[in-house]
């Protein structure tokens, strides 16, 4: 486990560590796992400045080098895919690859609007237990944080930003995901310089929750490649 890269597990906008209940303990059977939960979500504090992506980024960077100490692969769901590409392209000797689950935003649906109603149709694809605990993690993000976040998740190019990444990159969605279409995937494995899809069958946006396991070994086969010495 020593020789394998680190896995970095990061949510979307809104949300904490539990969206990887399932997941998590999976990947830490093969390689050293961090969960991160990000400032001004799961009860944190909010920060007292304005953090758009890039930002966070570097904020992320910074508790790379201090607590996993080596090049990771980071996965990010949702939003978390936006700060994981940010930091790929910002810091590219952290990141030794990259996992993209439900990545937003479509280019082709970037509203407020357009992504409250996919987010709705979504509700009611997910089980019970999945949608009750979105709800309780939204509850413990403040309004005003959110909102300032969602802001900076419609404006972030990550179409563009994916392609500055040399890294094995994996796209993951379910195949139902009314977020992360599958045109809009395609495109941005296309995008990536090292890209590939895994789809899921019949489950919504939040499949790292619902089918933890295809998702586990779709990201192990990233880390794998990502390992020197082996090919993408």
């Known amino acids: 486990m020593a020789s394998f890269p680190a896995i970095v597990l990061l949510h979307g906008v809104g949300m904490s560590h539990r969206s990887f209940l399932r997941l998590h303990p999976l990947l830490a059977q093969t390689a050293a796992v961090h969960s991160i939960d990000l400032p001004g979500f799961a009860g944190l504090p909010v920060p007292d400045r304005n953090v758009p992506v890039a930002m966070m980024a570097d904020a992320l960077a910074e ?50 609007g357009a992504q409250a109603l996919a987010l709705s149709r979504d509700g009611l694809l997910e089980p019970p237990r999945v949608n009750a605990r979105v709800t309780l993690d939204y509850f413990r993000t403040r309004p005003r944080w ?57 489950k919504g946006h939040h499949v790292e929750r619902t089918a933890a396991e295809p998702v586990a070994r779709g990201i192990l086969a990233v880390a794998a490649s990502s390992e020197p010495g082996e090919g993408p």
């Open 146 to 202: 959110f909102f300032a976040q969602v802001r900076h998740m419609l404006a972030y190019p990550i179409e563009d930003r994916v392609a500055e990444v040399d890294v094995p990159t994996l796209l993951v969605r379910g195949g139902r995901d009314p977020i992360a279409g599958d045109t809009w995937v395609a495109r941005l494995a296309g995008r990536a310089a090292r890209g590939s899809v895994l789809v899921v069958p019949g």
């Open 63 to 112: 508790l790379l080098r201090r607590v996993v100490g080596r090049p990771a692969v980071i996965v990010g769901h949702s939003m978390g895919a936006q700060w994981a590409v940010e930091t790929a392209s910002r810091h590219p000797d952290l990141v030794s690859g990259l996992a993209l689950i439900g990545p937003v935003v479509d280019d082709h649906h970037r509203t407020l």
